[in-house]
């Protein structure tokens, strides 16, 4: 069989439909589809390792976004999963080469290392700090933190990624530290506890932001540390 996908953008709203080719959904079992745990054939979703979640963890999402979903099926010919999303005009940020600040070189706006190994996370923060003035160092994990410390950049705050492979966040800010004690480190961790709050405080870090976190939480962090 097969399966397609279509969008389109029309005024304010984005309008997303998958359409397959499978055994479709009677009419009687259609009102239901949405449901957790609620699968027509269940036989065939076992031996297919399918809990009946997929559908109603998108009609959340949908719904939590202020969209809506439908659902149109026939046996034997396949369904149409529709699903409508309200959007507004964004502006687009063009992808520029990243700077890199040189030992000595001295400017007026601060300069922010982001030391982060999963590269949705980097993009995001790259993006919304870029396009808000700041010059970035990247470096995605530890080691390359601190190689960025031993050249002599010049660094005003790190936004330090606590749990990574290999050397961890906390190890690389006792090291970073220890290399240059004056340089800002804020921790950013999915962590929040009063115990993991502590833990990074410890390893030196100067503030803490927990994931996820909304651009204001952030740049009233930049302002903290800066």
């Known amino acids: 069989g097969s399966v397609s996908i279509s969008s389109q953008v029309s005024g304010d709203k ?8 499978g055994v479709g959904v009677s009419k009687e079992f259609l009102p239901y589809i949405f449901e957790p745990f609620v ?3 269940v036989y065939t979703a076992r031996l297919n390792n399918s809990s009946g979640l997929g559908l109603s963890i998108v009609y959340e999402a949908v719904n939590l976004l202020g969209g809506s979903i439908t659902a149109e099926s026939e046996p034997g010919t396949g369904t149409r999963i529709t699903i409508t ?4 005009e964004s502006e687009i940020i063009a992808e520029t080469p990243t700077p890199v600040v040189k030992p000595g070189l001295e400017i007026d706006q601060p300069v922010i290392m982001i030391v982060e190994d999963e590269e949705i ?26 190689e960025f410390i031993e050249q002599g950049s010049k660094v005003d705050v ?7 492979p290999g050397m961890d966040g906390f190890e690389a800010t006792r090291r970073i530290k220890a290399l240059m ?6 921790a950013v961790t999915a962590y929040a506890s009063n115990a993991d709050r502590e833990a990074c405080f410890n390893a030196g870090c100067d503030d803490y ?18």
Do not use: C, H, W
């Open 158 to 164: 790190i936004l330090m990624d606590m749990k990574m």
């Open 39 to 41: 699968q027509e054939d």
């Open 14 to 21: 984005l309008t997303i439909s998958v359409t397959d080719s």
């Open 85 to 88: 999303l309200p959007v507004i």
């Open 121 to 146: 996370n980097m993009t995001y923060l790259k993006r919304l700090l870029k396009s808000n003035g700041y010059s970035l160092l990247l470096a995605s994990n530890g080691p390359e933190a601190i």
């Open 181 to 186: 004690p004056e340089v800002r480190i804020a």
């Open 209 to 226: 932001i927990a994931k996820p976190f909304q651009k204001n939480d952030l740049f009233e962090l930049l302002k903290r540390l800066y």
